[in-house]
């Protein structure tokens, strides 16, 4: 339900504050590594080794889960079935990715763009509908209608933080890149 609002300001404020933990620690040891690095300095050699290892878990999982998405998105335009749209993705996906750093580059930054368009269209046109719609019976009734703000109760609210923080993540690679620049403070 709506609720969901609430998981997203919980995750968010949660990626918020482990970004600046991990922005003060680049500052503070710069040129020291990823952000598996700083959990070996504060917490030791495991801590690093375990967030190493499920990091590269994550994204192996990631990388199948996004195909196989792209390919239900894809079989009833394209008619391909699933498991090989998403093969395909995936293969260019790792050309892409190992022909050069500049290659990537330029692939992720028009991909994001694309991305960013299309997050402002939806949000202006949920603005647009938010404010055509009458607050007595329209959009605003949503809010508490079919059971609630929460229809399942608060921990369906919290257990939705971890799926929010799934489509979250990708904020750590800000580290790595500070990581490996000549000021991280800057």
């Known amino acids: 339900g709506p609720g969901i609002l609430a998981s997203y300001v919980m995750a968010g404020a949660m990626i918020l504050l482990v970004m600046r933990m991990l922005g003060e620690m ?6 020291l590594g990823g952000f598996t690095e700083y959990a070996r300095a504060g917490l030791g050699p495991w801590a690093g080794l375990v967030s190493g290892w499920l990091y590269w878990f994550y994204w192996v999982v990631v990388v199948a889960v996004e195909a196989i998405a792209a390919g239900s998105v894809l079989e009833p335009m394209t008619g391909i079935p699933v498991w090989q749209s998403g093969l395909g993705l995936m293969v260019a ?16 930054f028009w991909f994001a763009s694309i991305k ?15 404010v055509d719609a009458p607050i007595d019976g329209g959009a605003f009734a949503n809010v508490t209608a079919h059971g609630g703000f929460a229809p399942l109760g608060w921990g369906a609210v919290f257990a939705g933080v971890t799926t929010v923080i799934f489509s979250l993540s990708g904020a750590e690679a800000a580290t790595i890149a500070a990581a490996e620049a000549e000021n991280p403070g800057k």
């Open 26 to 31: 680049a500052v503070a040891y710069p040129g």
């Open 93 to 108: 996906m790792t050309v892409t990715n190992l022909w050069s750093a500049r290659t990537y580059g330029e692939f992720e």
């Open 116 to 130: 960013v368009a299309a997050i402002i269209a939806f949000i202006f046109t949920g603005a647009a509908y938010l």
